[in-house]
């Protein structure tokens, strides 16, 4: 079998891509939805803002048998670590192929001047001893849990949002963040801990916006409701809503910054949402979020909410030096 790299796919091309994802996705379901061929489409065919993604497939000449994409944020060079994301149908597993691809996309890690790269994988699947053999050490363990709406209990929310805080307000804005709060939203981004060790690149106004631009470029939508405490966000959450979305939204980061915890605003920020989300799009009916397993006050925010364990993953990181390189 041929690693061949798809700079840029074909139909057949990307089917076959999704095939592989379809049959991973059978083998490891982890209460995840199946992968939709349409969003599959647009990832390996989209340009992203700020970042670029280069794809390779191992074929018999016909059809995939395993897949890798490294996406490459920011620009070459960047002390931003690169992201893979390596399938194998079972079938095929155990054959060598997964670090086959790992070595060809090690090489173009490389050549884009990257130091390092990060894989998030499910616990408890083939992926997890294999990133280990090759290079990878785990730097944090997520809990992936899932908020069903329907099992809120009525008034729940309004309950939530009745509670007094004051001193502060709530603004919410969908998409792109407005120009009067990007410099504080970046400033509310650095509360977050979990990745900071190894993410590499600290936010600012540039990367909010761009982050907005990379959800909106995919055909998604970004809600944002945050807590100001004289102009300055003080806290905030935020919820992706896909394109077409048939029941399931994704939490993105929610934050308080330091200086104002101990007041509950995580859990009126995302009571707001929501409220918010209820009203905009009832056609959600299910949020899914991953959580630092050590990130003890949001996890009871979250289960206050409603929202329930359904998987664990880890994300793991690599030095690009510790990858093997093509024979």
């Given at each position: 079998?041929d690693?061949?790299?798809?700079d840029?796919?074909a139909d057949v091309q990307?089917?076959?891509?999704?095939g592989v994802?379809t049959?991973?996705?059978a083998a490891?379901?982890?209460?995840e939805?199946?992968?939709?061929?349409?969003r599959t489409a647009?990832?390996?065919l989209?340009?992203?803002p700020g970042?670029r993604r280069?794809?390779w497939a191992v074929?018999?000449?016909e059809?995939?048998?395993?897949?890798a994409?490294?996406?490459?944020p920011?620009?070459?060079?960047?002390?931003?670590?690169a992201e893979i994301?390596?399938?194998?149908?079972p079938?095929?597993?155990?054959?060598g192929?997964g670090?086959?691809?790992?070595a060809a996309a090690?090489?173009?890690?490389?050549?884009?001047g990257?130091?390092?790269?990060?894989?998030?994988v499910?616990a408890?699947?083939?992926?997890?001893?294999?990133l280990?053999?090759?290079?990878?050490?785990?730097?944090?363990?997520l809990?992936?849990?899932l908020l069903?709406?329907?099992?809120?209990p009525?008034?729940?929310?309004?309950?939530?949002?009745?509670?007094e805080?004051?001193g502060?307000d709530?603004v919410?804005w969908q998409?792109?963040?407005?120009?009067?709060?990007?410099?504080?939203?970046a400033?509310?981004k650095?509360a977050m801990?979990?990745?900071?060790?190894y993410?590499?690149t600290?936010w600012?106004a540039?990367?909010v916006r761009e982050?907005?631009?990379?959800?909106a470029?995919?055909g998604d939508d970004l809600?944002t409701v945050?807590?100001?405490?004289?102009?300055v966000i003080?806290?905030?959450t935020?919820?992706v809503?896909p394109?077409?979305?048939?029941?399931?939204?994704?939490q993105?980061?929610?934050?308080?910054?330091?200086?104002?915890?101990?007041?509950?605003?995580?859990?009126w920020?995302?009571?707001?949402?929501?409220?918010?989300?209820?009203?905009a799009?009832p056609g959600?009916r299910?949020i899914?979020t991953d959580?630092?397993g050590d990130n003890?006050?949001?996890?009871a925010?979250?289960?206050e909410?409603?929202?329930r364990?359904?998987?664990?993953?880890?994300?793991?990181?690599?030095a690009?030096?510790?990858?093997?390189t093509v024979?």
């Open positions: 079998m690693v061949i790299a798809l840029d796919p990307i089917r076959e891509w999704h994802l049959a991973v996705h490891d379901p982890a209460a939805p199946a992968p939709d061929p349409e647009r990832l390996l989209g340009s992203e970042a280069r794809l074929t018999d000449g059809h995939m048998a395993a897949v994409a490294l996406r490459l920011g620009e070459p060079g960047t002390g931003r670590p994301d390596i399938r194998v149908r079938e095929h597993r155990r054959r192929l670090g086959r691809l790992l090690a090489g173009g890690l490389r050549a884009d990257r130091t390092s790269v990060i894989a998030q499910l408890g699947t083939p992926a997890v001893p294999f280990e053999s090759h290079g990878f050490e785990c730097v944090l363990t809990r992936g849990m069903r709406l329907d099992d809120v009525a008034g729940h929310v309004a309950r939530l949002l009745a509670e805080h004051a502060y709530l919410r998409g792109v963040v407005p120009d009067e709060h990007a410099t504080a939203l400033r509310a650095h801990a979990d990745l900071a060790e993410e590499g600290p600012d540039h990367r982050m907005a631009e990379v959800v470029k995919r809600y945050a807590a100001l405490s004289g102009g003080a806290g905030f935020e919820v809503v394109d077409g979305c048939t029941g399931r939204a994704a993105y980061d929610t934050a308080v910054v330091p200086e104002h915890r101990g007041r509950r605003l995580g859990i920020v995302k009571a707001a949402m929501l409220e918010w989300l209820a009203e799009r959600v299910e899914e959580n630092a003890v006050h949001m996890l925010v979250n289960e909410l409603g929202f364990m359904e998987r664990e993953s880890m994300e793991y990181q690599a690009a030096s510790a990858l093997p024979p």
